[in-house]
């Protein structure tokens, strides 16, 4: 058996047990928001700021890791937004979304427990997936500016650099990963007691995170209407858009890590955070604008379950020819 099955198959049993208590109505209806919040405004930032904060500056600085991944979502997402227009040209705010689809991997909620479980005894590993989503986050920042563009009012005058770094300014992981670069960067410590408190909470992330997902799907699949299930045009997509996910995004990044020199650990990881389907804040965004939100919906729970073959498949691959 693959040994990525094994803490693959504990990610998604927590996901599994969100979904079965959100089903079962065992919690509030707003539970997964409270758990949401939480993860994304306290433990993600904590953990990636201690977790940053203790690594040399010279180890963070990975800066083939950091082209190689970059690209391979610039890429992709070029690619697709490409694609989508070729198909319907005044339809820039879904091809934004397509884009972001297809590029958004859930590198920090999946990403950060998985390289955890992984590589239990190697700091890097979270360093790694620190620095894939702050990555990812400036690329979902750079979509999001896209859609605000394509669906805003025509008569809004706020400069697209100023919605960019609004977005980003105010984005926990960016503030947190930032705070723990600074702090590296500077070569100072916190004191025992404040690194043990950032520990403990951000030990929380991971079996938040994953039961929130797990929640977050059930509720927007509630919302799909049967008409729109399972229709010819809808599985293409959904297959277009999780085939440069799942598939043509971590050949990419495989490519040009390689051409970058990175050396193998950092290769492997990075090449398995690209895999990743893509992140549930995908469809919070698009719910919030109206665009796309069931494809976004329903790509997310395709593109998880996927996972369960595509990732197996790539660390195979990896090994024999990483």
């Given at each position: 058996m693959?040994?990525?099955?094994t803490?693959?198959?504990?990610?998604?049993?927590?996901?599994?047990?969100?979904?079965?208590?959100?089903?079962?109505?065992?919690?509030p209806a707003?539970?997964?928001?409270?758990?949401?919040q939480?993860v994304?405004?306290?433990?993600?930032p904590?953990i990636?700021?201690?977790?940053?904060?203790?690594?040399?500056?010279?180890?963070?600085?990975?800066w083939g890791?950091?082209?190689?991944?970059?690209?391979?979502?610039?890429?992709?997402?070029a690619f697709?937004?490409a694609?989508?227009?070729w198909?319907?040209?005044?339809?820039?705010?879904?091809?934004?979304?397509r884009?972001?689809?297809?590029?958004?991997?859930n590198?920090?909620?999946i990403g950060?427990?998985?390289?955890?479980l992984?590589?239990?005894?190697n700091?890097?590993a979270?360093?790694a997936?620190?620095i894939?989503?702050?990555?990812?986050?400036i690329?979902?920042a750079?979509?999001?500016?896209s859609?605000?563009?394509?669906?805003?009012?025509?008569?809004s005058?706020e400069?697209?650099i100023?919605?960019m770094?609004?977005?980003?300014?105010k984005?926990?992981?960016?503030v947190g990963?930032?705070?723990?670069i600074?702090l590296?960067?500077?070569h100072?410590?916190?004191?025992?007691?404040?690194?043990?408190?950032?520990h403990?909470?951000?030990?929380?992330s991971?079996?938040?995170?994953?039961?929130?997902?797990?929640m977050?799907?059930?509720?927007a699949?509630?919302q799909?209407t049967?008409?729109?299930?399972?229709?010819?045009s809808?599985?293409?997509e959904?297959n277009v858009?999780n085939l440069?996910k799942?598939?043509i995004q971590?050949?990419?990044?495989?490519?040009?890590?390689?051409?970058?020199?990175?050396e193998?650990?950092?290769?492997?990881m990075?090449?398995?955070l690209?895999?990743?389907?893509?992140?549930?804040?995908v469809?919070l965004?698009?719910d919030?604008?109206q665009v796309?939100?069931n494809?976004?919906?329903?790509?997310?729970?395709?593109?998880?379950?996927m996972?369960f073959?595509s990732l197996p498949?790539i660390?195979?691959?990896?090994k024999?020819?990483?």
């Open positions: 693959s040994s990525i099955l803490p693959l198959i504990a990610v998604f049993a927590i996901m599994l047990l969100g979904s079965l208590v959100q089903k079962l109505r065992l919690l707003d539970t997964d928001v409270v758990l949401n939480f994304y405004y306290v433990a993600f904590a990636l700021l201690i977790v940053l904060a203790e690594t040399r500056i010279e180890d963070i600085a990975q890791f950091i082209a190689g991944f970059s690209l391979a979502m610039v890429i992709t997402y697709v937004i694609l989508s227009l198909q319907a040209p005044k339809q820039q705010a879904i091809a934004a979304m884009g972001l689809n297809s590029t958004f991997g590198t920090a909620f950060i427990p998985l390289m955890s992984m590589f239990p005894d700091k890097m979270l360093v997936a620190a894939a989503s702050l990555l990812s986050v690329m979902f750079f979509a999001l500016v859609i605000e563009l394509a669906s805003r009012n025509k008569q005058s400069p697209a100023l919605i770094a609004n977005a980003l300014g984005n926990p992981i960016v990963s930032a705070i723990g600074a590296s960067a500077c100072i410590s916190l004191p025992n007691s404040v690194s043990l408190m950032l403990q909470l951000g030990n929380t991971s079996p938040c995170a994953l039961f929130a997902i797990g977050v799907l059930v509720k699949l509630r799909q049967g008409s729109k299930l399972f229709t010819a809808l599985i293409a959904l858009i440069f799942l598939v971590p050949l990419i990044a495989y490519g040009l890590l390689i051409a970058f020199g990175v193998q650990q950092w290769l492997i990075g090449v398995l690209a895999s990743l389907p893509t992140a549930a804040s469809y965004l698009a919030r604008y796309h939100a494809v976004s919906a329903q790509a997310i729970l395709y593109g998880t379950l996972t073959i498949i660390e195979s691959l990896l024999t020819y990483a």
